[in-house]
Structure formats: structure tokens, C-alpha cells
């Protein structure tokens, strides 16, 4: 074999070049082969083969190093990763092969870091591969799966799992440790991530207002005008969900959408007057006169003794003076509403006391008779 060495003289130094034929091994980037070159430096070989660099890239030997036969090239590409550690983003620049050995020159560094991939709407992509030597798992929704051949690309990747993304999913890149039973140390996560607006209602209790009316007796107790209704408060949140299980929930608006109806009860401050006293009874006439005084009691007549209105309150309502039957008639003496009124009476008779119940049914019967309870009156012996 002729060698032939060209001198080049440059600042007063004399550097010997080999332009001799070669073989050495070119690595570019994983892909390595075989030159047979007549270069005699690093560069010159590069630039033979149309390897373009970037003051980025990293070339071992140094470029402008003698090339010998034999050696070994190798020329890294100089690329940018967005890396999170310790929850905040960052750029860098990384020469290495793949993103298994980015993460682990990270991580012999201190900085334990996952990396990020740039999104453009559904696709995710890395201007890397992700392991050159083996498998990665993929990690959808919490869901594991493995991918045998870790060389292609991230978007190939999703593309074969048929995953796609939507603007709220996140995607991280991650190293493991590695184990004994070879499980991939490269996993891509994808997080599902849902985040809607949740609404909720909480009732708003109401109010109770006491009015009081100088009309109304104070023994009828509390009467309701205005029933009470509770309110409705609404409560909006924005919830968000990653893979399932609630991460954040931030309150949004909490306002009081239907206001509270206030209860208003009516308490009656009236006295009632004192029922008039029963009359004294009459002294024992002659049957003649006794004949006449029932048949003047038919019609309008003198007041019975109180032991007869016991007895008639007794068999028209048992007695009780709250009586309400539902079919009109109240009271002790099962008074109409009208009947009542014409007596004097407001409100409802089985509202009145008994003393003031016996007063009007007296006043009522010595009105009209005793044919105004002709059951019971016939019953007593009173017709």
C-alpha cells in the first residue's frame, strides 16, 4: 500500500495528514456501517458522506482529529427535550440515542425527570426514539400494555395502539428501574383527563315571622297565613378527573337561586268577653202553666236549666267543644258556620270556649226553639 501524507502549513505548524485509503466503522445516530474512505480527518470522512452538523451535535473522534484506519466514528445529533422535574417544565439539549438514555444521564446527573412531548391537537411527538435496545410499556388510562419494539417513534406508537388525545389528556415519558425479569425501564403514560363543571344544590332554610291581630282571640292559638318554603342555593365547581379519580375541584359560583318563601303566623291578642250568666229557673208551675211554658220553649221560650245543655251538648257532639265533623258543623252544639254568626259568633265555633258555645246556643234557642237540634231535642223530651 503507497502512503501518501500532505503537509499543511498553518501558523508556522506542520500537521501531517494521512490521505491513505481507509476502512473505518461510521455510528451516526445508531446507524452504523462500514467506509472505505481516502479522507484524512474526521470531518473530511463526514463530509464525504454527507453528514451535515450542527455546533449541537457531538462527533467522537474530534472533527478536525486525524482520521486512522480502523477507528471508530461516532456522531450524535444534538436534540431538544422539554424535561419536568420537581413539578416545573424545562428545555434542554441532549445527545443521546434514545430517551432511555436521556433519562438515565439525567437521573446519574441528580435529576430525576420525566419528559414531555410536544403536542400539536391529538398527536404527541419526540425528537427521539424511545428505546433502541428493547420494548416499552404504554400506559393508557391506567391500563399497561407492552410494545416489543421500542426503536420506532412515539407517534408511531400511539398511532399502532390506536390512542388517540384530546386537549385535556397528558403524556409523559418515564424511566423505571430495571428488574430481573427484563420488564421495559421505558414507559409512555397517558393520562385521562376529564374536567367539567359540576353542579349542586343545598336548601336555604326560611324564615318564621309572628304577626300579631288585636282581632283575633288570643285562646284560638297560632294560625298560619303564609307557609313557609325553603330556598334553593346553587353551587357550581370545575372538577377535574385524571384517569377516573377526582385530582382538583374549584368552586366556581355559590349563589342563592330561588330566595326563601318567610312563614308568617298570626296570634290573636283578644279577650273573649265573659259568657252571660245563666238565667235563675223558674219556680214549679201547674201543668197547665207547665204545658204552656213547653210550648212557649218550642218557640223562643225561657232558658233551660244548665243540666239540660249539658245533656244536649252530650248527645249532639259528646260533649267536646272542639268538634270539627268536616261536613259543616262545629262545636258543642254543632253550630253551621252561619247559625254562629247569626248569634254573634266569629270565627270558627269549635275555636270558642265552652262557656261562650252554651251563651250563644242559648241565645239561638230562645230565637228559634228548640227545633234547631230536633234529634236531640226529641230525644231529651224537649219538643
Given at each position: 500500500?503507497?502512503?501518501?501524507?500532505?503537509?499543511?502549513?498553518?501558523?508556522?505548524?506542520?500537521?501531517?495528514?494521512?490521505?491513505?485509503?481507509?476502512?473505518?466503522?461510521?455510528?451516526?445516530?445508531?446507524?452504523?456501517?462500514?467506509?472505505?474512505?481516502?479522507?484524512?480527518?474526521?470531518?473530511?470522512?463526514?463530509?464525504?458522506?454527507?453528514?451535515?452538523?450542527?455546533?449541537?451535535?457531538?462527533?467522537?473522534?474530534?472533527?478536525?482529529?486525524?482520521?486512522?484506519?480502523?477507528?471508530?466514528?461516532?456522531?450524535?445529533?444534538?436534540?431538544?427535550?422539554?424535561?419536568?422535574?420537581?413539578?416545573?417544565?424545562?428545555?434542554?439539549?441532549v445527545t443521546a440515542?434514545?430517551?432511555?438514555?436521556?433519562?438515565?444521564?439525567?437521573?446519574?446527573?441528580?435529576?430525576?425527570?420525566?419528559?414531555?412531548?410536544?403536542?400539536?391537537?391529538?398527536?404527541?411527538?419526540?425528537?427521539?426514539?424511545?428505546?433502541?435496545?428493547?420494548?416499552?410499556?404504554?400506559?393508557?388510562?391506567?391500563?399497561?400494555?407492552v410494545v416489543p419494539?421500542?426503536?420506532?417513534?412515539?407517534?408511531?406508537?400511539?398511532?399502532?395502539?390506536?390512542?388517540?388525545?384530546?386537549?385535556?389528556?397528558?403524556?409523559?415519558?418515564?424511566?423505571?428501574?430495571?428488574?430481573?425479569?427484563?420488564?421495559?425501564?421505558?414507559?409512555?403514560?397517558?393520562?385521562?383527563?376529564?374536567?367539567?363543571?359540576?353542579?349542586?344544590?343545598?336548601?336555604?332554610?326560611?324564615?318564621?315571622?309572628?304577626?300579631?291581630?288585636?282581632?283575633?282571640?288570643?285562646?284560638?292559638?297560632?294560625?298560619?297565613?303564609?307557609?313557609?318554603?325553603?330556598?334553593?342555593?346553587?353551587?357550581?365547581?370545575?372538577?377535574?378527573?385524571?384517569?377516573?379519580?377526582?385530582?382538583?375541584?374549584?368552586?366556581?359560583?355559590?349563589?342563592?337561586?330561588?330566595?326563601?318563601?318567610?312563614?308568617?303566623?298570626?296570634?290573636?291578642?283578644?279577650?273573649?268577653?265573659?259568657?252571660?250568666?245563666?238565667?235563675?229557673?223558674?219556680?214549679?208551675?201547674?201543668?197547665?202553666?207547665?204545658?204552656?211554658?213547653?210550648?212557649?220553649?218550642?218557640?223562643?221560650?225561657?232558658?233551660?236549666?244548665?243540666?239540660?245543655?249539658?245533656?244536649?251538648?252530650?248527645?249532639?257532639?259528646?260533649?267536646?267543644?272542639?268538634?270539627?265533623?268536616?261536613?259543616?258543623?262545629?262545636?258543642?252544639?254543632?253550630?253551621?258556620?252561619?247559625?254562629?254568626?247569626?248569634?254573634?259568633?266569629?270565627?270558627?265555633?269549635?275555636?270558642?270556649?265552652?262557656?261562650?258555645?252554651?251563651?250563644?246556643?242559648?241565645?239561638?234557642?230562645?230565637?228559634?226553639?228548640?227545633?234547631?237540634?230536633?234529634?236531640?231535642?226529641?230525644?231529651?223530651?224537649?219538643?
Amino acid at each position: 500500500m503507497v502512503t501518501v501524507l500532505a503537509l499543511a502549513v498553518t501558523g508556522g505548524a506542520v500537521a501531517v495528514v494521512d490521505q491513505a485509503r481507509k476502512t473505518v466503522t461510521l455510528d451516526v445516530d445508531g446507524r452504523t456501517t462500514t467506509v472505505t474512505t481516502f479522507a484524512g480527518s474526521v470531518d473530511g470522512l463526514l463530509a464525504a458522506e454527507g453528514v451535515r452538523l450542527s455546533e449541537r451535535d457531538l462527533v467522537v473522534p474530534a472533527r478536525d482529529g486525524v482520521l486512522r484506519d480502523g477507528a471508530e466514528v461516532v456522531v450524535r445529533y444534538g436534540r431538544q427535550l422539554t424535561i419536568e422535574a420537581d413539578g416545573k417544565q424545562r428545555d434542554l439539549w441532549v445527545t443521546a440515542l434514545d430517551a432511555d438514555e436521556a433519562l438515565r444521564t439525567l437521573a446519574e446527573r441528580g435529576t430525576e425527570a420525566t419528559l414531555v412531548p410536544t403536542r400539536s391537537g391529538e398527536r404527541a411527538s419526540l425528537p427521539l426514539r424511545l428505546d433502541a435496545e428493547g420494548p416499552v410499556a404504554l400506559v393508557v388510562g391506567g391500563e399497561e400494555t407492552v410494545v416489543p419494539d421500542g426503536g420506532i417513534g412515539l407517534e408511531a406508537i400511539l398511532e399502532d395502539a390506536g390512542v388517540t388525545l384530546d386537549g385535556d389528556d397528558r403524556i409523559h415519558v418515564e424511566r423505571r428501574a430495571a428488574d430481573e425479569l427484563g420488564a421495559p425501564t421505558v414507559a409512555v403514560v397517558v393520562q385521562r383527563v376529564e374536567v367539567e363543571e359540576v353542579t349542586e344544590t343545598a336548601a336555604v332554610p326560611f324564615e318564621t315571622e309572628t304577626k300579631v291581630d288585636p282581632d283575633r282571640y288570643a285562646d284560638q292559638g297560632t294560625a298560619v297565613e303564609q307557609e313557609g318554603k325553603d330556598g334553593v342555593r346553587t353551587i357550581v365547581h370545575r372538577v377535574v378527573t385524571v384517569d377516573g379519580a377526582e385530582e382538583s375541584r374549584e368552586k366556581l359560583s355559590d349563589e342563592v337561586t330561588t330566595e326563601p318563601v318567610t312563614e308568617v303566623l298570626v296570634k290573636g291578642t283578644k279577650e273573649r268577653p265573659e259568657p252571660e250568666p245563666e238565667p235563675e229557673p223558674e219556680p214549679a208551675r201547674s201543668s197547665t202553666s207547665s204545658s204552656s211554658s213547653s210550648s212557649s220553649g218550642s218557640s223562643g221560650g225561657s232558658v233551660p236549666t244548665g243540666d239540660v245543655w249539658a245533656a244536649l251538648a252530650q248527645c249532639e257532639s259528646g260533649g267536646d267543644p272542639t268538634t270539627n265533623t268536616g261536613n259543616g258543623y262545629y262545636g258543642m252544639y254543632q253550630f253551621s258556620l252561619s247559625t254562629w254568626q247569626s248569634v254573634g259568633g266569629t270565627g270558627l265555633p269549635s275555636d270558642a270556649s265552652a262557656a261562650e258555645q252554651t251563651m250563644r246556643a242559648q241565645i239561638l234557642q230562645q230565637r228559634a226553639g228548640w227545633g234547631q237540634w230536633p234529634h236531640c231535642a226529641a230525644k231529651l223530651g224537649l219538643l
